[in-house]
């Protein structure tokens, strides 16, 4: 039988998503189901007087007002992303009676309909006493973060000898503003009671850790608590954690006796769920002539609010991406009043990319190197941080097969050489890098008397396609066809999985997979060779192969696996297995690497940046399905395209609250901002980071777009622009 794994077949959940059947987390037409909608405050900081429910609770079709004073007890969980309870933040629905952020939830009212319960939501009054807040780096209280996520301090060689030697530097700084996810999904709950047992239809990453937080935060079993989660519609890490919106879900239910659905505006996605963080990113590079890095220093600000640790850490990949003896990484916090920021698509490294290889580019003009030559000038073997090897990395080979497929050689050094007409073209490019994180995960494989496939996992389909590769990589085991394969995910009753996020679930879930089919496989062939009335009996376990449904082995009639299940009585059979990273991580450096290159089209008369054409080369290991991997990719580097030229979330300075709420004023990229992208895997597998070769790839695809996109604009107009979006008005009064 041909190899499944490898192949470019359809998603199997097209169909559902195409035809309109596919159901997510505000789908669920339960029976009485009600509404709840969250009161928020319109304030950025302040102290809660009163809250006057009483016109809320006597409006038509209203169940019910919970706040502060009427809410039940609620707990602390262990806010720990390693032991799968991670809150969005810290701070617990109706905690106290402090404001710390515009937006923040105040009330819940629950009514029949959605429309009542908005409108008795509008019957809210709530007294408060305002105060002036906090909204800007600079008015910010600064604070060194611990070490929940990621380094924030750094340090290796001599700063101060080395740049003193260096004879050719830059010290820049760039900013990059406050971004919001903006999945077309928005967040939703739906929870319905059972006695003492809950269940919720939940949009999330990450179905165990919900059901942990939940469980813990209502101070009840968590065996007692279960989270579906069938369909995401994209998340890019605002689903990652736990929001007030899961827990209000499950106490309103609780309260009124009844199902509860509360399903987040649009508006609201900018207030409730997370955001990425401004920044501020100086970079100081210290060089020789020969362009040999000799010091680089990365310096951060960024916003966190009142109540949540989170900060965007930018100087994560500055520590080995490049071969430098001196490196000083520092990473500051600035507590304001918004909301908490949260994990979004490569948190860290995207930003962190930006200002880098920003620097890098101009270093490279300055030395009138080569962008891509300074880059091998630097070029880190192994992993300069950790001391380690690589699992694998091929990033030469990206550098050179994007060169040849983009043209670069074509591209003429001095800005504004290229002119179409009264549009300046311009060429960049950027080094692309992700971690290739890995955590344990579960599988259960099964095999009916029908021949059919079960597979089931309590990970999720965030739209990245985990339900097709689970398919691939249980047909090819098994030898039957992906069509006989049925994918179980999105239950947190399901063999536990880590969250989708940090690009792991194809590391660490499809390993699983694959041990318990093979683990299924070899039950299978067991039953054949122990069977006296199996053409198979007496075989040896080598020598017998899986192809079409059956099992063979050479000179011997083959035997089909519903022939095995029914000689043996069986209507069923199944394997279990939890697969966890072992002693290689603590032995190897696990990192995808790439290449992006940008070409960009901009009018002289107008400032206005087209991205016209853009080409990807990454090393991501081996490929599962080539087509959800591009797929990847392409969203990957249209956010990026976003993030380069037009997203940014801008606040009211004087009252803290989001201005651009919503996706007429906060633009992203739609169709005719995309243009031609060419994506290529190396495809190399990394077989020490799993054994299925494969590391993840949902974020990789945005890092390195953005600086890409900016050093082109720089070589097109002669103008450099350091902080983000770079919109027309930045590029005004440019040389025509």
Known sequence: MSAVIGQPIDRVDGRLKITGAAQYAADFALENLAYAVAVQSTIAKGKVRKIDTSAAEQAPGVLAVITRANAPKMHDPKNDFGSATKLGEARRLFADDRIYYAGQYLALVVADSLERAIEAANLVRVDADEAEPAVTLEQGKRFEPGDDFAKTKYKRGNLTVATRAATHGVRLTYTTPVEHHNPMEPSASTAVWDGDRLTIYEATQWVVGARNVIADTLGVKRDDVRVISRLVGGGFGCKGFIWPHSVGAAIAARHVKRPVQLALTRQQMFTSVGHRGATRQTIALGADASGKLLSIEHENLTDASMVDDFIERCGVITSFLYDCPNVSVKNTGSRINVATPTPMRAPGESPGLFALECALDELAWQLAIDPVELRLRNYAETDPEKGLPYSGKHLRECYQVGMERFGWKRRQPVPRSHRDGRFLVGWGMATATYPGYRSPGAAKVTILDDGSVIVASATQDIGTGTYTTMTQVAAEVLGVPSSRVHVELGDSELPPAPVSGGSMTTA??????????????????????????????????????????????????????????????????????????????????????????????????????????????????????PKTARSQVLGGITQGIGMALLEHTVYDHLHGRVVTNNLADYAVPVNADVRQIDVTFLGHPDFIISPIGARGIGEIGITGVAPAIANAIYHATGVRVRDLPITPDKLLGMPR
């Open 508 to 625: 660490s879930v499809t390993p699983a997979v694959k041990a318990a089919a093979e683990d299924l496989l070899n039950k299978l062939k067991g039953c054949a060779i122990e069977d006296p009335a199996s053409p198979l009996h007496a075989s040896e376990v080598e020598e017998v192969t899986a192809a079409h449904g059956s099992l063979h082995a050479p000179g011997k009639a083959s035997i089909s696996y519903t022939s095995v299940l029914s000689s043996a009585r069986l209507p069923r059979l199944e394997a279990e297995a939890s697969v966890s990273p072992g002693l290689e991580i603590w032995k190897y450096a696990m990192h995808s690497f790439g290449a992006q290159f940008s070409e960009v089209r901009v009018d002289s008369e107008t400032g206005e940046v087209r991205v016209s054409r853009h080409c990807a080369v990454l090393d991501v290991g081996r490929i599962i399905n």
